[in-house]
């Protein structure tokens, strides 16, 4: 039984380490019990630093962290808890935080176990989108997103002011129907190019 328990510690420090999203357990206190490495990567300090220390001091807003922290206790766990951890470089990291309670064989709650997903990417490309679709709102060039059946699924205030149509007049028509009929031809081979090379450069046509 011995041998069994101890081969079931490695296994599970195994499962920890081999995450590379930052892992910790906290107390019932708030200080941190253990953390694997991508917690001391992200972190910036060493599993012998962050043992023993407040977890909040991590975070840049170390009172939102102990407000996720009691949320945990109150209701036995927290989903996509947003926080930043921030390097002792400076450098700061999103993270969205899933945590929940564990307890020992009597069902005594002993803290809580942590992990932290960063999100820096999808924050920068959401803000990429974001800055994206203002631009297209606001260009005065006529500016549309067509389906790969060349379908309108998106046209900007500019578009509608040009053609002379509404939005709904538009959607989910193929652009190709107010292309100039001279032109028609000569958009069906560059759209053709286009796929093939992924992108079009000056290429003019007329719309109607």
């Given amino acids: 039984l011995e041998d069994d328990l101890r081969l079931a510690g490695v296994y599970n420090r195994s499962l920890i380490e081999v995450s590379l999203d930052p892992l910790v357990t906290i107390s019932a206190k708030g200080v941190i019990t253990d953390v694997n490495a991508a917690t001391e990567v992200v972190t910036g300090c060493s599993r012998g630093e962050l043992v023993g220390t ?13 407000a996720g922290y009691k949320q945990v206790f109150e209701k036995g766990f927290v989903r996509d808890y947003p926080l930043a951890i921030r390097h002792k470089s400076g450098k700061v990291t999103d993270v969205l935080y899933n945590a929940a309670v564990f307890k020992d064989a009597n069902g005594v ?21 974001e800055a994206f679709f203002k631009f297209f709102q606001i260009s005065p060039d ?38 100039h009929p001279d032109d ?13 090379l992924g992108f079009s450069l000056n290429f003019e046509n007329r719309y109607m």
């Fill in 109 to 129: 709650v002993q803290g809580i176990f942590a992990a932290a997903r960063d999100v820096t990417e999808r924050k920068k490309a959401e803000s990429e989108r």
């Fill in 142 to 179: 006529l500016m549309a997103i067509a389906d790969p059946n060349g379908a309108f699924n998106k046209v900007n205030p500019a578009t509608l002011t040009l053609l002379g149509y509404s939005e709904a007049e538009l959607i989910s028509r193929p652009f190709l129907d107010f292309v």
């Fill in 54 to 66: 407040d977890f909040s001091r991590y975070f840049t807003e170390p009172k939102l962290a102990r």
């Fill in 184 to 196: 028609k031809q000569s958009t069906i081979d560059e759209m053709a190019r286009q796929v093939k």
